[in-house]
Nanobody, 114 residues
Framework: QVQLVESGGGLVQAGGSLTLSCAAS????????MGWFRQAPGKQRELVAT???????NYADSVKGRFTISRDNAENTVYLQMNNLQPDDTAVYYC????????WGKGTLVTVSS
């Protein structure tokens, strides 16, 4: 069983920045595709960004140019650097590890005030 632990959420003003981290408990991280998703109140969970084991990235249109996903395979950790945050970015952010099966973290709350 893979465990994922997100951290780095919090309250920030519009225009501010946060960096989320997600640490995986097993080295399968190194061959897995990692992703960040978010779920705002009353809305479905949506893709934010993904990064393959080879470092290829993909972003939702709503975050392109503002968010950056990266990974550190030595630390089994994936990051999400979020800049120019807006109130619409308010959500619980979840980390996902995909390799044959999908594993999810419990999420970290990001609140952006206007």
């Amino acid at each position: 069983q893979v465990q994922l632990v997100e951290s780095g959420g919090g309250l920030v003003q519009a225009g501010g920045s946060l960096t989320l981290s997600c640490a995986a408990s097993k080295n399968i991280f190194r061959i897995a595709t990692m992703g960040w998703f978010r779920q705002a109140p009353g809305k479905q969970r949506e893709l934010v960004a993904t990064i393959t084991s080879g470092g290829s990235t993909n972003y939702a249109d709503s975050v392109k140019g503002r968010f950056t996903i990266s990974r550190d395979n030595a630390e089994n950790t994936v990051y999400l650097q979020m800049n120019n945050l807006q109130p619409d970015d308010t959500a619980v952010y979840y980390c996902r590890l995909s390799h044959i099966l999908d594993y999810w973290g419990k999420g970290t709350l990001v609140t952006v005030s206007s």
